[in-house]
């Protein structure tokens, strides 16, 4: 991975040393996983406001997305909610295997709109005091995998699974909370902190010991190859700035 | 309103109700009408002179009309009182064929049978059913009959729950000339064995002149002449706007046949006539029409001319219309009245005064029936 | 080949509650019809609309205000919670509540057409026979109307089987509970198992062409009953 990365990272650096400064404006379109909607937003304006590119944002679920590529979609980059399907892209030929990279590092929350409900601990899992526990479909969604996981290793699985509704994908998992239809769930840590603040209600920070790290990775397009703001904005995303914007937004980021 | 002595033997019809017609126009159905409670009367109009509004409004299907409706001296409607039309014991006969499409010709009559407060009487039944010529179309669909089977059938079922009044709104209008022949024996048979009175609405001055008995005709909603049918036919004075068809109806006796010249003699009060032979028995009833066109008036009496049918009258009334060629002169022929239609540079050239004896020229009598 | 066990689940699943919802909306959806073909009150026009509404609003809209409306803050969830029933999301009774708003237009307009279609005459000469209004209804119009409720029952059945949007807001993807064809066809997708998604969209396809071919037979005969009555 890291050996990719120095390989791409000057790849990069070259193309940048070759190019002038102010290369010719392009327009590039990024389909990106909804659990990352508003850092890309974020990301995508601080790019266009440094140079001189357009960045088109798509937002969606990873499954569809790979469905779109897979039948000549037209994306120039792929943020997904996962690691399987950036990797299947590139078996299949459709994407550029040395772009790959893991952009951020999902952090799992069990979140209530309830202020009372979460101790800052998973206690209230064993207890009566919710008849609805929002998770993503696991089968799918990379967050909810890491639900299961975390369910089962608490040993709650089988206990919970009457209790259990499934979000297609995060974003509807925290719906379905945030419309308390749902006491509690297991949600991105994205979607409620601001910061490393909770922004409302009540949490517990899932141990990263009680699940796979969710790991979400980009890749490149193989239309887009030679697509010069492709690269560039892969290379602001991977940039020290760059990784702090998605880092306050609740992931973690690697070094 | 009518406060005039109500008896079982009529039928009140006060009725205020707002028309509409197409071209955006409004006008009132006003009418205060007493109707003999037996036989047929035709009430006749122009298309919008507000006749189907009037049986509607009698039926109780026009619910916001006001009014007073007494028929055999119960109260169908009177200020608040409003009796639903379910509730009426009325038969209703439609323009164009209202069989129900989903249920057989024998099903339609049973609809209204069992839905009757009153005991089904089975001669009633079989009586009705073989007045209308309907035994072997029992089992048939609407869809499978012609037009005038359909509207027999349709006759049939207003009929059978012994409504006290039976209303039709133009029977006859959405069929053709032959339909129309092969129908109205059959509403005369109902006129003669049934004591049910009926309102027929009509544009057609034919079948008034063949089946009324009693006459109202409307013109924008309002009553403009009302009576007996031969009264309002003969009378002058309100000239109903019939053109060619003015003339008037009269009942006759045959008396005499003449196979050889192929004519009938018949007698009425006025005195009598030769007519074409149309196979009625002698001693038989028939009502014939004299039309205003067809007499001609002469002083004295001419042997000498094709015109067979000749009777002394006496000139009732002259009826002159302003800016018009053509003037209408009643006769009075014993009890009877005809009209006859001159134009008044021959009654000038007559010098033809009221009281004054002169000799009818029939040129053309027709049998209605 | 061959449906898993999963497949059979939801394709029971979506026939029970289309047949649910389909009884409930002709029970409710006629006199509803009959009420907007014959009145002639202000409130035809808004409360038409508010019916036809589904037809063009995105099913997420529904769903979404669906879930805010069944959710514990929700009018329709304190008034299930007064009544000790909880709240209906996630559940089957959600579900059938949900595709009744959703397919209400489908059974209703046809309804309304067919009511319309009979007319005011054979009600009016049902009432000169001595009918009285709710005995004109059920021996008169219903049976003249009989196509329209073929028409609005397989148009109701059909909609609420390939129901997606409202399902996705409210059910939760509970098996036997909520978790209908058309969501575990998406599913399918997300999880690129697009072999058995084949299959079942398969299904769907067959299904619907069959159903909309009977309506469009079936729509000819009623429009020959309708020339019938007028002749």
Not at chain 1, 159 to 171: D, H, P, T, W, Y
Not at chain 2, 266 to 271: D, I, K, L, P, S
Not at chain 2, 309 to 335: D, F, H, P, T, W
Not at chain 3, 206 to 226: A, C
Request: include cysteine; aromatic fraction near 8%.
């Amino acid at each position: 991975m890291s050996m990719d990365y120095k390989k791409f990272s000057r790849r990069v650096l070259c193309l940048a040393l070759l190019m002038p400064v102010s290369t010719v404006a392009a327009e590039l379109t990024v389909a990106v996983a909804s659990n990352f909607t508003a850092p890309a937003k974020y990301l995508a304006e601080e790019f266009e406001a440094q140079s001189e590119h357009q960045v088109r944002l798509v937002f969606g679920s990873s499954g569809r997305f790979f469905a779109q590529i897979s039948n000549g979609a037209p994306f120039d980059l792929f943020f997904s909610a996962d690691q399987e399907k950036p990797q299947e892209l590139i078996e299949n030929g459709l994407a550029i295997d040395d772009s790959l990279f893991t952009y951020a590092l999902g952090g799992l929350v069990l979140w209530s709109r309830d202020e009372q409900l979460i101790q800052s601990s998973p206690a209230v899992l064993s207890s009566n005091q919710f008849s609805r526990l929002s998770i993503a479909n696991a089968r799918h969604a990379p967050y909810g995998i890491a639900a299961e996981e975390v369910l089962s290793n608490l040993n709650l699985l089988a206990n919970l699974q009457s209790k259990l509704v499934r979000g297609e994908n995060i974003a509807q998992t925290f719906q379905f909370v945030f419309t308390g239809n749902a006491e509690l769930g297991f949600v991105a840590k994205s979607q409620v902190y601001q910061d490393d603040i909770l922004i409302s209600g009540s949490a517990w920070q899932v141990t990263e010991d009680l699940y796979s790290p969710i790991r979400q990775d980009a890749v490149l397009l193989q239309r887009a190859s030679t697509n010069d703001a492709a690269l560039a904005f892969l290379a602001f995303v991977r940039s020290s700035r760059g990784r702090s914007i998605i880092r306050s937004y609740g992931y973690v980021v690697g070094d | 309103m009518n406060v005039s002595n109500h008896t079982a033997n009529q039928i009140s019809v006060a009725i205020n109700h707002k028309l509409s017609e197409r071209g955006g126009r409004t006008f009132n159905l006003d009418v205060d009408l007493d109707l003999p409670a037996k036989g047929i009367t035709a009430v006749f109009g122009e298309s919008g002179s507000g006749k189907t509004t009037l049986l509607r409004c009698i039926a109780g299907l026009e619910t916001s009309s006001h009014g007073e409706i007494r028929v055999r001296g119960v109260v169908w409607q009177r200020e608040t009182d409003f009796i639903p039309c379910h509730q009426r014991r009325v038969g209703y006969v439609f323009q164009e064929s209202s069989l129900f499409p989903h249920l057989n010709v024998k099903k339609n009559i049973a609809f209204g049978i069992s839905r009757s407060p009153s005991q089904l009487d089975t001669e009633h039944y079989h009586e009705i059913i073989e007045l209308m010529g309907l035994a072997s179309l029992l089992q048939q669909y609407p869809d499978q009959l012609s037009g005038g089977e359909r509207q027999r059938a349709a006759i049939a079922r207003a009929l059978i729950i012994e409504p006290d009044l039976l209303l039709m709104d133009e029977p006859l209008a959405s069929l053709d000339m032959k339909r129309k022949q092969e129908i109205l024996p059959y509403l005369e048979s109902v006129h003669e064995k049934l004591d049910v009175p009926i309102i027929y609405v009509t544009h057609s001055i034919d079948e008034v002149a063949r089946l009324a008995d009693y006459l109202v005709v409307l013109e924008e909603g309002k009553v403009i002449a009302n009576g007996g049918l031969k009264e309002v036919l003969s009378n002058i004075e309100h000239p109903l706007h019939l053109g060619e068809e003015t003339g008037v109806v009269v009942e006759a006796e045959v008396r005499e046949r003449d196979s050889e010249w192929n004519l009938i003699r018949a007698t009425f009060e006025g005195g009598e006539l030769w007519i074409r032979d149309g196979g009625d028995e002698i001693g038989h009833n028939i009502r014939i029409r004299i039309l205003a066109r067809d007499v001609s008036l002469a002083l004295s009496e001419h042997t000498d001319t094709s015109i067979i049918n000749r009777l002394r009258v006496e000139v009732e009334k002259i009826q002159y219309v302003v800016g018009q060629s053509m003037l209408l002169v009643s006769l009075k022929a014993g009890n009877s009245t005809i009209i006859a239609r001159l134009s008044r540079r021959s009654a000038h050239h007559l010098n033809i005064n009221e009281g004054m004896e002169v000799w009818a020229q029939i040129k053309g009598v027709a049998i209605l029936r | 080949m061959g449906f898993s066990e999963a497949d059979i689940g939801a394709i029971l699943l979506t026939l029970r509650l289309a047949t649910t919802v389909t009884i409930l909306l002709l029970l409710f959806g006629a006199p509803l019809a009959w009420w907007l073909a014959r009145t002639s009150s202000r409130f035809k026009g808004p409360i038409g609309a508010l019916i036809a509404l589904p037809l063009v609003l995105p099913p997420t809209v529904l769903g979404f205000y669906l879930l805010l409306a069944l959710g514990p803050n929700g009018p329709i969830g304190q008034f299930t919670q007064s009544l000790g029933l909880g709240t209906f999301a996630f559940s089957y009774s959600g579900l059938v509540i949900g595709s009744i708003f959703y397919s209400l237009p489908f059974v209703v307009q046809p309804l309304q057409n067919a009511f319309d279609a009979v007319g005011e005459r054979p009600l009016e000469v049902a009432a000169t026979l001595g009918a009285g209004p709710v005995d004109r209804f059920f021996s008169i119009a219903l049976p003249l109307a009989k196509p329209g409720f073929f028409t609005a029952a397989v148009l109701g059945f059909a909609h609420t089987v390939g129901e997606f949007g409202v399902v996705l807001m409210i059910g939760g993807n509970i098996p036997g509970e909520t978790r209908v064809v058309s969501v575990q066809i998406y599913d399918h997708v997300e999880a690129l198992a697009y072999d058995q998604a084949n299959q079942l969209a398969l299904l769907m396809v067959v299904f619907s062409f069959l159903i909309l071919l009977s309506v469009y037979g079936m729509q000819k005969k009623s429009h020959r009953q309708v020339l019938r009555f007028s002749q």
